[in-house]
């Protein structure tokens, strides 16, 4: 045989330079490169979302409860066992709204956040 028909030898030292691997999302992240800030900036402006919707709630319906009094002096006026059902309300019946919305936020945060750990980690990943 001569040597036309064999290539020469070559010393493998290393992985080829010309080739990188591509980065994982939490590598993105590490790194903060600009695809990484921008899984970041999702997960916070979701939950910025979030708190900003959950807050017109209660402004909405917990806030607007002085302006219903204002503007409808009867009601505000009838009293049950001799108190104001508007201290009534103001001072027992908006727990309840506050607890519904405090549940309905902890749990679509909660659900965002693993949203987020699936896109991370994959879902075999959670914790």
Do not use: C
């Not at 590598?27 to 490169?33: D, F, K, L, P």
């Not at 103001?90 to 956040?113: K, S």
Request: net charge positive.
């Amino acid at each position: 045989m001569n040597d036309k028909e064999h290539p020469p030898r070559e010393r493998v030292t290393g992985p080829r330079g010309g080739r990188s691997r591509p980065m994982s999302v939490t590598s993105h992240i590490n790194a903060q490169t600009e695809i990484g800030e921008l899984y970041v900036r999702t997960l916070v402006r979701s939950q910025l979302r979030l708190a900003l919707g959950t807050a017109a709630i209660l402004v909405l319906t917990v806030g607007s409860l002085p302006l219903i009094f204002l503007l409808l002096r009867s009601v505000a006026d009838y009293l049950v066992f001799g108190v104001p059902v508007a201290w009534i309300l103001l001072g027992a019946g908006v727990y309840p709204i506050l607890l519904l919305l405090a549940w309905g936020y902890l749990r679509r945060a909660e659900r965002n956040e693993a949203a987020f750990d699936d896109l991370v980690h994959g879902p075999q990943g959670r914790r």
